[in-house]
């Protein structure tokens, strides 16, 4: 029985980087990968084509799907039209819908699916997607990173103006300008910073 795999991290730890390596392995062994992502994530994207990018450069033309997206149709359209794959790659797993991780599992009767995503939101509240994953999920890793500190990062601050906010929308895409990777210690000392400004 092939396995569900969750592999998470905060910002800038290299996600995305690491699925677009474990495609680049699978398809050394002449294996074939359904690389995935979701619509919301359309940082870079054309009308018509559309990537897995990395920090450090690296990039991938992918598939993408919305929120309304049945994935075993998604998933049995592509078979039917490029023939059976070996594993699944999700990239930004965390914006899956709680039935879309439902599908991922049932794929994992055939293939492995591996996703990769933030566990939480900059409230550090899990996303529904990473929720789901986490409770169907066959192995989880943590992808590690290093807040400002130097301590682990845990926390995907979310920063308006320079400012460090925990309201807001949940969905709010944005890089480097919008977001940094803080421990929970250094993320509440700006917030109370802000708090102190007012």
């Avoid at 992808?143 to 682990?152: D, E, L, M, T």
């Avoid at 990062?153 to 103006?161: D, Q």
């Avoid at 917030?191 to 400004?197: D, M, T």
């Amino acid at each position: 029985m092939s396995r569900l795999y969750f592999k998470y991290g905060t910002m800038g730890s290299s996600k995305s980087a690491q699925a677009l390596m474990a495609k680049f392995n699978y398809e050394q062994k002449g294996m074939k990968v359904l690389l995935l992502k979701p619509s919301l994530d359309d940082r870079g994207d054309s009308s018509k084509k559309h990537y897995v990018r990395s920090r450090i450069g690296l990039k991938s033309e992918c598939n993408i799907f919305t929120p309304s997206t049945s994935i075993m149709n998604l998933y049995e359209k592509m078979v039917e039209e490029n023939g059976n794959y070996d594993c699944v790659i999700v990239d930004e797993a965390q914006f899956c819908t709680r039935g879309q991780v439902d599908d991922f599992k049932t794929i994992t009767k055939d293939i492995p699916v591996l996703c990769y995503g933030l566990l939480t939101n900059f409230k550090c509240e899990l996303f529904e997607g990473s929720k789901r994953i986490v409770e169907l999920a066959d192995s989880m890793t943590e992808i590690k990173s290093v807040c400002r500190c130097g301590k682990k990062s845990t926390v995907n601050a979310r920063f308006i103006n320079g400012k460090c906010v925990d309201e807001g929308p949940v969905v709010f895409i944005g890089g480097d300008e919008s977001y940094e990777n803080l421990c929970y210690w250094c993320w509440q000392k700006e917030l109370e910073k802000v708090k102190n400004q007012k």
